[in-house]
């Protein structure tokens, strides 16, 4: 399998089927499998605001945090959920920079689940709150009461650095819509014209309109991939500028960020797989496709491993007590449990993926992304309990024990995400269709001219046709 295989492939496909069928989501009613998981999402999603509104109106004891373990379940949700979006547009933007063949079928999905696993992580740090309606009190702001943030505190650049990266992911994510937006407002009539017309900002796909916006669409996609990697970083010295064994390491910023693309690429396998079959985009989302995927998943998870085996030979290498102490009790303290599964899940079941039949397996690669999620947020909760817990002194240890209130919002969080997810589909096609047809046509004049020389038998494909699609110029970037 290689990128000139995927090409190839798509020269096979019509253009104007492949319209209907990306567009078909969108412009037909909802489905009973798409209507089931809206239901299932939004009443897993109150399922959380109840648990949330108990813990405010009983107080935070309810959640079972207890000294020295303050930063427990929802900290831990908070750097699950930035992870993954983190992962989102950093993979699309880099897919992009690297003009790879597979990138259609992923980025739409990376690029909403950034988005809207944002939208989840920002409620964590409100949650994690007492006092949950004066959120506005951690902002740094000026105000009135004197009360002034320390701006040297990595959880105030959190606010900045999230806060500028969202702005940007926002930026790139709809500026791809663009195309697809208009192709909307053309076929649609009513008010949806009307809502999509004032979405696509005028497009019309002219020349004049696509060279300025491919500059602006490849300047963002160069600005996004080192502000995912500068943010992350960030959120990584919310650990690594603390002097606690166990947190205070310099390989924490690649680490985090590695961390972060390898659930981020399960979570567009998990998100993917589902979507392909509902709205039968199995010739647009290929096996190939699939197998891309499952590969970079596979690299990535080798560097995850890696960094684990850093941490622990940094430890012995330092030959200081505390941080040996620190990992030991990790691994072989209350906690051996979920570190151990977080080995396994991160780092050994990954190694599926060597055996191509594993790797062109719906099931197989759906069941794998799973455990990828419980793996990665097991690592978060065992990187910040286990060093709480155990502190310098032995006097002072604390063992935290998970409350169902916690669970109940872990999984609204969950929820909310897909119910998210599941409305945009609604709102915009789930792949870019401007490039699908780029790209089907790019692949047509490969082909050709392969033909011409004599090295693949002549396959024009069909014919665009005169609704078969637009000009070169109409596409996406």
Known sequence: MSDITIELAQGDLDLRQTSEEILRPVETGPTFRHIAGLVISGLVTLLGAVCWGRQMYIGMGVSGLMWPVMWAVYITNFVFWIGIAHSGTLISAILYLFRAKFRPAFSRTSEAMTIFAVLTAGLFPIIHLGRSWRFYWILPYPNMRHIWPNMRSPLVLDVFAVSTYLTVSLVFWYLGMLPDLAELRDRSSGWRRTLYGVLSLGWMGSLRQMSPYLKLYILLAGLATPLVLSVHTTVSWDFALSLLPGWHEEIFPPYFVAGAIFDGLAMVLTLIIPLRSWFRLQAHVTMDHLDALCRLILLTSSIVTFSYATEYFMAWYSADTYERSAYWMRAFGH???????????????????????????????????????????????????????????????????????????????????????????????????????????????????????????????????????????????
């Not at 945009?424 to 004049?445: C, G, H, N, S």
């Open 335 to 477: 906690y051996w449990k979920p570190f151990w599964m977080t080995i396994a899940f991160n780092c050994a079941l990954p190694l599926l993926f060597f055996w191509r039949g594993i790797r062109r397996s719906l099931a197989g690669m759906f069941i794998i992304s799973i455990f990828i999620h419980i793996g990665m947020w097991l690592e978060r909760f065992v990187l910040i309990v286990t060093t709480l817990a155990y502190s310098f002194d032995p006097a002072s240890w604390g063992i935290f024990h998970v409350q169902w209130i916690e669970v109940g919002i872990t999984a609204g969080s969950f929820g909310w995400f897909m119910l998210q997810f599941l409305t945009f589909l609604k709102v915009a096609p789930a792949l870019p269709l401007a490039e699908v047809r780029r790209d089907i046509l790019e692949a047509r004049r490969s082909r050709k001219a392969l033909a011409a020389r004599g090295l693949l038998p002549p396959s024009p494909g069909p014919p665009p046709g005169p609704s078969g699609g637009t000009p070169v110029a109409a596409s996406g970037p």
